[in-house]
């Protein structure tokens, strides 16, 4: 059995982006470790909160009904506050991820590693896709907690493959479904296009044969708006854009192997 630390940076993170990996692996008898950066306080405020409910509260609880649905052997925090969105004066908070020290941070991921006596750690690429500023903060933290580590894991980076979503944009645009006023090769947040090209990728999950439990989990999280509206999507559309996981693990010889990372 291999055990598999997620790092994400934000509860409804893990549905979207890991969460056909997560589940395939638990079903192969691995244990899957699920570690929130955040608390996700500055996504969407509820509208049915009850009194004395949080927004971190139904965060939370959205994230351990997700845990249940993929078979997650534990949910952990490390604590720290939502960043928002790039460039919000929340950016700077002194408890916000974003600011927090690497050193610091890197370190409560590592004691979670050492607990666990991880084999893998997952976390985002270079730029966390997209250039979200807690995403970013992902990517430093996983990769420090795992030099940090009593035994060193794998270090695993999730990523969107570049190519992939010029071609599902360009075939929408090709089908009048959209314009071509978006373009994945234009800037994201940090100024650079969203996720990495293929053939920089090493690792490919197949998540389609297990797209609704995906969706299922993304509905956990369906207070969010984001997550509320990606499951507006017809089910052939969904599992389109989210049928396909992809890794990056330097070192690996260049190509892309389908199935979970071994």
Same mark, same amino acid.
């Given at each position: 059995?291999?055990?598999?630390?997620?790092?994400?940076?934000?509860?409804?993170?893990?549905?979207?982006?890991?969460?056909?990996t997560?589940?395939?692996?638990?079903?192969?008898?691995h244990?899957?470790?699920?570690?929130?950066?955040?608390?996700?306080e500055h996504?969407?405020?509820?509208?049915?909160l009850?009194?004395?409910?949080?927004?971190?509260?139904?965060?939370?609880?959205?994230?351990e009904?997700?845990?249940?649905?993929?078979?997650?052997?534990?949910?952990?925090?490390?604590?720290?506050?939502d960043?928002?969105m790039?460039?919000?004066?929340?950016?700077?908070?002194?408890?916000?991820?974003?600011?927090?020290? +690497?050193?610091?941070?890197?370190?409560?991921l590592?004691?979670?590693?050492?607990?666990?006596?991880?084999?893998?750690?997952?976390?985002?690429?270079?730029?966390?896709?997209?250039?979200?500023?807690?995403?970013?903060?992902?990517?430093?933290?996983?990769?420090r907690?795992?030099?940090?580590?009593?035994?060193?894991?794998? &270090?695993?980076?999730?990523?969107?493959?570049?190519?992939? +979503?010029?071609?599902?944009?360009?075939?929408?645009?090709? *089908?009048?479904?959209?314009?071509?006023?978006?373009?994945?090769?234009?800037?994201?947040?940090?100024?650079?296009?969203?996720?990495?090209?293929e053939?920089?990728?090493?690792w &490919? +999950?197949?998540?389609?044969?297990?797209?609704?439990?995906?969706?299922?989990?993304?509905a956990?999280?369906?207070s969010?708006?984001?997550?509320?509206?990606?499951?507006?999507?017809?089910?052939?559309?969904?599992?389109? *854009? &989210?049928?396909?996981?992809?890794?990056?693990?330097?070192?690996?010889?260049?190509?892309?192997?389908?199935?979970?990372?071994?």
């Amino acid at each position: 059995m291999t055990t598999i630390v997620f790092l994400h940076a934000h509860p409804d993170d893990e549905a979207s982006q890991t969460s056909g990996t997560m589940y395939l692996a638990v079903q192969q008898g691995h244990r899957v470790v699920c570690v929130y950066g955040t608390n996700g306080e500055h996504g969407t405020v509820p509208d049915d909160l009850s009194p004395g409910e949080t927004v971190i509260d139904r965060r939370r609880s959205e994230a351990e009904r997700s845990a249940e649905v993929l078979g997650t052997a534990r949910v952990a925090w490390l604590g720290y506050a939502d960043s928002g969105m790039t460039g919000w004066e929340q950016n700077s908070h002194a408890t916000s991820f974003h600011s927090a020290n +690497v050193e610091e941070a890197a370190g409560r991921l590592a004691a979670i590693l050492d607990e666990e006596d991880a084999d893998v750690v997952v976390g985002y690429d270079w730029h966390g896709g997209y250039g979200h500023p807690d995403h970013v903060k992902v990517h430093a933290v996983a990769r420090r907690a795992a030099e940090l580590a009593r035994r060193t894991p794998r &270090f695993l980076q999730s990523t969107m493959n570049r190519d992939h +979503v010029r071609r599902l944009w360009q075939a929408a645009v090709d *089908a009048g479904v959209t314009d071509a006023g978006w373009n994945p090769d234009n800037p994201a947040d940090d100024g650079n296009p969203f996720g990495t090209p293929e053939a920089e990728l090493h690792w &490919f +999950v197949d998540a389609t044969p297990v797209i609704d439990i995906k969706r299922a989990a993304l509905a956990c999280h369906a207070s969010q708006e984001d997550a509320a509206g990606i499951l507006q999507m017809p089910e052939d559309h969904f599992a389109g *854009a &989210f049928g396909g996981e992809w890794f990056i693990e330097e070192g690996r010889p260049a190509g892309i192997v389908a199935g979970l990372p071994s």
